[in-house]
């Protein structure tokens, strides 16, 4: 399956630098359409708004969270299916496992390098 | 065979489970006060004359009670004051500084590395994929920079728990009669710094799973 790099993609991190680094990390890779938010009520309403083909969020963010965020998208009719990575610097196995049971695609742990960011995306759209 | 000893007349001790439960309503937190009158209860109940064994342990809890009298009067003295309004917020403001400082010259580090990346975008062959792997890793090796806040926000936080516990001491020893005790816990619990017990932030390399750790755990779900 080859994989849309045309697709938008939302970026949620409430630290700008780190939204400026994967940025530019997904555009090495070819993801030019990318869409940011700092928070993820922000990053809701983008979603509802728009259409996108990729979530790539951090956890800890104010007033919501990551993990908030991946709840609503998979209790939205629309959303929930969307593919959800989270990049996170929890990388304790309690964390993973909430994630995982709140129906998140995949998870990276911070800090991370490039390959495991596309590794995760091509196995998370269905190339891995 | 008759017991030789013959220390003197005791309390019974349905009375002084009576007293302690008494002193313990009085007092459902454990005080320091608490324990002095428990220990004047026991002293006061003793009747007759002393053994030596008895006058040596007396001797060792006045000593204890001097001790703790002495702690009191040096933990009273603790100036607190200067801890909460100056030590606590001139380390916080150092911690803030440095977290302004690496922020900034991490911008000026990837404003540059963008520029070689377009630079990239325009060469053909061997040296643009040579440049551009190289600003793939300056990319990667900026999001230090996310890490470092974390930790040092994660520093704030135990800087201003200690700042908290330091208060509960002098207002457990050194408070007016009557007032109440706040826990530390009460007072992170008061200041919001106890919500979000799943996050954690960095860990430290020796306590943190690695990615190959998460993928190990994302799998067993599969």
């Given at each position: 399956m080859t994989i849309d790099k045309s697709m938008s993609v939302l970026i949620v991190d409430d630290y700008k630098t780190m939204l400026r680094i994967i940025r530019n990390l997904l555009k090495q890779i070819d993801f030019n359409n990318v869409e940011e938010a700092t928070d993820g009520s922000e990053a809701l309403a983008k979603l509802r708004s728009n259409h996108f083909g990729l979530v790539i969020s951090d956890w800890?963010?104010?007033?919501?969270t990551g993990l908030q965020l991946l709840q609503e998208v998979r209790a939205d009719a629309r959303l929930k299916t969307l593919p959800f990575i989270m990049v996170t610097a929890e990388s304790k196995a309690e964390n993973v496992v909430v994630a995982k049971q709140a129906g998140v695609s995949n998870y990276i742990v911070k800090p991370f390098n490039a390959e495991t960011l596309r590794e995760k995306i091509e196995k998370v759209l269905g190339n891995g | 065979m008759a017991d030789p000893y013959q220390g003197p007349a005791v309390i019974p001790q349905a009375i002084l489970a009576e007293r302690l439960a008494a002193i313990r309503q009085r007092y459902p937190e454990a005080e320091p006060e608490a324990v002095a009158e428990i220990v004047r209860a026991v002293v006061s109940s003793m009747r007759g004359d002393l053994s030596a064994q008895e006058t040596s342990l007396l001797s060792e809890i006045e000593e204890l009670g001097r001790t703790i009298a002495s702690a009191k009067a040096e933990i009273a003295a603790l100036r607190v004051d200067d801890i909460t309004g100056s030590d606590i917020p001139f380390a916080t403001d150092e911690l803030d500084a440095i977290v302004a400082h690496t922020a900034a010259a991490t911008e000026a580090i990837l404003e540059t590395c963008e520029t070689l990346d377009q630079v990239a975008s325009d060469l053909n062959g061997p040296a643009a994929a040579q440049l551009q792997d190289a600003t793939t890793r300056i990319y990667e090796a900026c999001s230090f920079q996310d890490i470092t806040g974390q930790r040092i926000t994660k520093v704030v936080t135990t800087l201003k728990a200690i700042e908290a516990k330091v208060a509960h001491i002098v207002a457990a020893f050194g408070?007016?009669?009557g007032a109440p005790i706040v826990t530390p816990e009460r007072e992170l619990a008061a200041a919001g710094?106890?919500?979000?017990?799943l996050l954690n932030g960095p860990q430290l390399p020796a306590a943190a799973m690695d990615q190959s750790d998460i993928d190990r755990l994302l799998a067993s779900f599969d």
């Open positions: 800890n963010m104010s007033p919501m | 408070r007016p009669e710094l106890d919500e979000a017990a």
